[in-house]
Structure formats: structure tokens, C-alpha cells
């Protein structure tokens, strides 16, 4: 199928700002899933709030727009009811890892299957630019006009301490990666994190005299590096792209499955 | 003869009789006191069935899952007490926007805070009717025995799903802990509700949040043939958020006039001896036990006592009680609270000053003698 299918035209124009990473995502996204060949009766997308989280207004799948931080907790109760469903949880920075950061180390213990992608573009846009659990030391936000003193979270060794199975990063610079990187997400049975490094030009980008979109995409470029890389160990600043972890554990649904079969046998003797 | 029907259970594990009774599917909670034997009976029993059961990381998240697999076409429950009452706020607002049946157990202890967990209260009305931000309906049903609590759980299950709606369940710690017998009706003897599903063929659009001249919005499963859009902003005809002023006003409207235009269908309630009651006493949960017994040890000795028991609190039925309370002399509340039922019923009644309050507060359940001292207190007979 085309792109366009997997779009809601009715519901255009987005409400994204010009130069915007999140467009970026989407199509991959949707490129990473047009590969897959799967239904789109067989997709929910759940979100929480926040500028990615309109990302699951655009598409024609199942669509669950949910409250701020929450979206892997709904997420979680669409998935074990209904776990034949694809669950795909495209979330912000501070969606993820602020207000629900605590929905994020759990859905990762379970090793549920949802595939979470992190839309890290260190800021809160939609309320005007606020620094997030991302933003990092020393940058500058609204609600940080001398400067940040919060560290930041690293998003691959969180998710991958708290149990992720499969966790990975890319940015909307390589979308050619990113795009297989989700695809693999999505086929992974068990929590997947994908980190995604996008530009919020407006905020971010405005506040921290980072440039147009065009130059934020280009330091994602030059600040990047695959993992282990020979650049990596010359230059350790640099931020590793790639997959940190895939690896088979049981499944949390399929595990419930089991618990079911051993219920109905323990009540039929 | 093995009659398995019957029961002797705590009212925690009546609700779970209920609950299974109206067909429950899923359920997310956390441990919290005085409700926690619920989700430790729901593990057990609803995979034996086919169902699911999870213990979410907080009551945040409980709400939050539930809705998500309401929307699968599961019938969902979660349960609760005060504090996990107060996190799940949030998320209630959203299936009250959004139109999500759903059931929600808060099993009251005492209050604010952390408050008195293993103890009784009715501190928690006006939380469940305004506790979510925001204009809104919402129905709240209680009980004051088991039998009634099985059957007020399947009357839950019901509502939610005929309105789309959530269905708070306001038990307290005594009706929750206390043991007494449950017979379990036949399969079939309680009708059950399943929710409206639409009939829209596959290709037509759907418009999921149309709602039909009734009011009733037909429904159609995630993973079904309609995709569509679910959100807590206001929202057109097919989900997608809208600040247009007129479809702000008409979902507002259709949210509240769904549960308003439909209060003589969920109201309950029971009335003992009120024909020629002078004295109207009007109760729900376990004090109406108390106000029962008054009620019964009295009318013996000519006291013209009468009691109405509410079971459905919100929408607050103010037309029965101002009809049951018309001739009364006096009309006293008998509640665990600081007269949250109270301020109700002087809403409702045609003179305000004959409404009195017979409560306690100090996490001790409300006793016959308690209610009598006040009644001579009210009679002026001293005490």
C-alpha cells in the first residue's frame, strides 16, 4: 500500500510546526509497517499527551488517545485482552519518562508485547517549551531561563535495567535505520523501546541556539554513531544509534496464557 | 442436597460474585485496604474462566487499564479505597469523556489521606460525584447487605453498559468485611446488559460517537473492521478532537443528559414502613443496617418510624425523596460522614429545616443506639 492509506487525510492539517521531527517518525512509521504487510484492523496505536502523542489521530488504525503518561497503562489493559492486536505506543520525551515514567520501568519488567517509541525531542512543545527528563545539564528551557541543573535520564539504559527486551535508538536524520529498527520493534515478541533523537526547532532548537531543522538534523548526524563504533571509543561523547538488546524472554500475555490453562485445569478437578 | 449457591462471605467476595455473575472479562487493581480481597478472589477466579486479571504498578494505571481493554468489547472492573479512589480521578474523567463502560469498586475506609484504612466511613459521596474535574454525570450505587450487593454489582454492570458509562461502586469497610449469607440467584434470574454494538457493515463510515435519537451510542470492538479515533478532548462524530463551540456544547450536554433524562431507570432504592412514617430516616450502606434495626425494634411500640435506603446515590434521586419525605415530620440522615447525603436531601425536600443529621465520624460503625440517642436529641427528649 501507499503511505497515504495509512493516513487520515480527513483529520489534516496536522498541527505540527514547520521543521518538526515528528512527521519524520510518522512516516517511518508507517514505511516500517507498510513492510510488514500487516492489517490494519490488527494495529492500535496508543498515545498519552503531548505533540507526538497527536501522531495517533493521523493514522487509520486503532486509535487510543489517553491521558498524559499513561498511554502504556491503557496500552497494557488493550493488549491483554486482546493480545492477537499489534500495540504500537508512540510516546514524548516527558510523556515517557516524567509523568509516566513509572508506566514505562513496569510495561518493561513484564516484557509485555507493545512497542514503545520514545520521540525524544528534549522539550515540552506543546506547552511552549518546558524542559523534560531529557532536556539534559545546562540547557536552557522556559521554566529554565538561568540554565538546567537536572541530569538526564538515558533512555536505552533505563529500558534496558528495568527489562526491556528489545532497545534501541536512531534519529529522523537516519531514516533509512529508523525505519528498519521499528520494523524489528514491531516484529519483537515483548517490550520494545525505540528512542527516537527528533528536532523541535521551535523550543528546543529557538532556546539553545541550535539552527533551523535542518542544522538540528545535521548534529543528530554528527553527534551520532553506530554502536561500537571506532568513533565511539575516539570521541566518547558521541551518542551510539543502533540495536543495544534483543533478546527472547517469555512474553507476558502468552505467560497469562499459560496461567489460564493451569486455572481451568485446577477447577475442572 | 449440596447447595452451592449458598454462600457465607465477607461483601467483598459478594461483589466478586456479582461482578463474575454479570460476566465480568478483565480486571486491574492494586493492593489497598479495605478492598484488597477483591483483587485477590478476581486472580483466582477469572482465569478459571477465561478471564484476565493483572496487578497494575499503581491505581493510576489500574484505571487506565481497564479502560483500555473496555474497549476491546471486555466487561472491566477495578476496585479501589479512598487514596487509590483519589489517583484513579484522572482517568475516570477520561472514560466519562471518551464513553467507556466500566465498573469501579471504592470500598470506603475513613478520610482524608492515608486517613483510617482499616476502618469505616461514608467520607467518599461527593468524591465519587465531583472527585474528576470538570462539568459532568456520573452514577455512584452502594448497598447495605450482601444479597443487595451481588445485586447492586450486576445493576453496575448493567448501567455502564447501557449508557456507556462508568458505574462507581460505593461499598464501606463494614459492608466489605462483614460476613453474612449470599444466595447466589440462577443463571438468567437477573437480566444482563450487554453494550450496543453497531451494525454498520464494514467500508460504510461509522460514525463511533454519533449518538442515536435515544442517546445510546452503538459501539463498535478495537480490532474490529471500524477504526477509529478515542480521545479525552472534546471530539466530533468520529473522535477527532474539536474545539468547535458546538459540538463543545452538544457532547457536554449529550455526557449529562444521558444519565439525567435516565434517572428513574438507574435509581434503586428500598422503603421500610414509610406509608404513615412521622419520622423518615433516610440511609445507604451499612448505617442503613443501624437505621433498619431502628426502624424494626420500633414500630413495635408505635413509633411511626420509616426508613428509605438509597442504593443509587448519583444521579441523587431528589424527586423520590422529596415525594417520600412530603409528609414527614422529621427527616433524619443517618450516614458516616459530615452530612454529604444530608446537604442532599435538604436540596430536594420542600422544608430544608426538618432534615436532620445522625452520624459519626470517628471510624466506629454507627450503631441503633446511636441513631436513638439522636433522635430523642431531635425530639427534644433529651438523652
New interface residues.
Given amino acids: 500500500m501507499a503511505i497515504k492509506d495509512y493516513i487520515?487525510e480527513?483529520?489534516f492539517p496536522h498541527i505540527w510546526c514547520p521543521g518538526c521531527g515528528h512527521g519524520t517518525v510518522m512516516n517511518s512509521l508507517l514505511r516500517a509497517i507498510d513492510s510488514l504487510g500487516m492489517s490494519?484492523?490488527?494495529i492500535?496505536m496508543?498515545s498519552g499527551i503531548g505533540c507526538s502523542s497527536r501522531i495517533?489521530?493521523y493514522v487509520?488504525?486503532?486509535?487510543?488517545?489517553?491521558?498524559h503518561g499513561?498511554a502504556l497503562?491503557?496500552?497494557?489493559?488493550?493488549?491483554?485482552?486482546?493480545p492477537?492486536?499489534n500495540l504500537i505506543v508512540p510516546m514524548g520525551d516527558g510523556d515517557a519518562l516524567a509523568i509516566g515514567g513509572?508506566?514505562f520501568i513496569?510495561a518493561a519488567r513484564r516484557n509485555i508485547d507493545l512497542t514503545a517509541v520514545v520521540m525524544n525531542n528534549r522539550i515540552y512543545g506543546m506547552t511552549g517549551g518546558q524542559y523534560s527528563p531529557l532536556s539534559g545539564y545546562g540547557t536552557l528551557a522556559t521554566t529554565a531561563p538561568y540554565t538546567n541543573i537536572d541530569y538526564s535520564f538515558d533512555t536505552v539504559k533505563l529500558a534496558m535495567a528495568a527489562g526491556a527486551t528489545f532497545v534501541a535508538r536512531s534519529t529522523t536524520y537516519h531514516v533509512q535505520q529508523l525505519t528498519k529498527i521499528l520494523k524489528q520493534a514491531i516484529l519483537h515478541e515483548g517490550f520494545s523501546v525505540v528512542e527516537v533523537l527528533t528536532q523541535c526547532p521551535t523550543y528546543f532548537g529557538r532556546k539553545n541556539r541550535e539552527g533551523n531543522a535542518v542544522d538540528m538534523m545535521e548534529s543528530f548526524k554528527k553527534n551520532t554513531t553506530p554502536i561500537g563504533s571506532k568513533a565511539k571509543v575516539e570521541n566518547p561523547d558521541l551518542i551510539e544509534r543502533g540495536i543495544f538488546i534483543q533478546k527472547e524472554l517469555p512474553e507476558y500475555c502468552s505467560e497469562?496464557e499459560k496461567?489460564?490453562k493451569?486455572?481451568?485445569t485446577?477447577?475442572e478437578t | 442436597m449440596k447447595k452451592d449457591n449458598i454462600k457465607f462471605i465477607q461483601g467483598n467476595e459478594a461483589c466478586v460474585e456479582g461482578a463474575l455473575y454479570a460476566g465480568l472479562d478483565f480486571f486491574a487493581g492494586y493492593p489497598i485496604t479495605p478492598s484488597t480481597e477483591i483483587a485477590e478472589l478476581l486472580s483466582y477466579r477469572l482465569p478459571q474462566r477465561g478471564g484476565k486479571f493483572i496487578q497494575m504498578e499503581d491505581e493510576i494505571a489500574s484505571m487506565s487499564a481497564i479502560i483500555g481493554a473496555s474497549l476491546t468489547g471486555s466487561k472491566v472492573m477495578t476496585a479501589t479505597s479512598g487514596p487509590g479512589f483519589s489517583l484513579m480521578q484522572e482517568a475516570l474523567g477520561y472514560a466519562i469523556m471518551a464513553e467507556i463502560p466500566c465498573v469501579i469498586v471504592n470500598v470506603q475506609r475513613g478520610g482524608p489521606s492515608t486517613g483510617i484504612p482499616t476502618h469505616v466511613s461514608q467520607g467518599d459521596v461527593y468524591q465519587a460525584r465531583w472527585g474528576t474535574h470538570g462539568d459532568h454525570a456520573i452514577v455512584t450505587i452502594t448497598a447495605s447487605n450482601h444479597q443487595d450487593v451481588f445485586e447492586t454489582t450486576v445493576h453496575a454492570f448493567n448501567i455502564s453498559e447501557t449508557y456507556r458509562t462508568p458505574v462507581i461502586l460505593l461499598y464501606d469497610e463494614v459492608v466489605g468485611h462483614m460476613r453474612e449469607r449470599l444466595i447466589v440467584p440462577k443463571k438468567g434470574e437477573l437480566p444482563l446488559v450487554k453494550r450496543l454494538r453497531t451494525s454498520v457493515k464494514e467500508g460504510v463510515d461509522y460514525h463511533p460517537y454519533l449518538p442515536r435519537e435515544d442517546g445510546r451510542l452503538p459501539m463498535s470492538d478495537f480490532g474490529g473492521v471500524h477504526r477509529y479515533n478515542v480521545t479525552g478532548l472534546f471530539h466530533d462524530m468520529w473522535g477527532f478532537p474539536s474545539d468547535n463551540p458546538k459540538i463543545v456544547h452538544g457532547l457536554l450536554r449529550h455526557l449529562v443528559d444521558k444519565i439525567l433524562n435516565n434517572v428513574n431507570h438507574i435509581t434503586r432504592y428500598k422503603e421500610y414502613y414509610l406509608t404513615d412514617a412521622e419520622i423518615v430516616l433516610i440511609s445507604y450502606g451499612s448505617s442503613a443496617r443501624s437505621a433498619n434495626h431502628v426502624v424494626f425494634s420500633r414500630r413495635p411500640r408505635g413509633e411511626r418510624l420509616g426508613l428509605l435506603e438509597l442504593q443509587t446515590l448519583w444521579p441523587f434521586p431528589y424527586d423520590l425523596v422529596r415525594e417520600k419525605c412530603s409528609k414527614a415530620k422529621y427527616i433524619v440522615v443517618v450516614e458516616m460522614n459530615m452530612g454529604q447525603i444530608m446537604q442532599e436531601v435538604r436540596r430536594a425536600v420542600d422544608h430544608p429545616e426538618k432534615v436532620f443529621l445522625a452520624n459519626r465520624i470517628d471510624g466506629v460503625f454507627i450503631t441503633p443506639t446511636d441513631i436513638r440517642n439522636i433522635l430523642r436529641l431531635i425530639q427534644g427528649k433529651g438523652v
Fill in positions: 487520515r480527513r483529520f490494519k484492523n490488527e492500535v496508543v495517533s489521530g487509520d488504525f486503532h486509535t487510543l488517545h489517553t491521558l499513561r497503562a491503557f496500552a497494557t489493559g488493550v493488549k491483554l485482552s486482546r492477537e492486536l513509572n508506566h513496569h497469562y496461567i489460564i493451569r486455572a481451568m485446577k477447577f
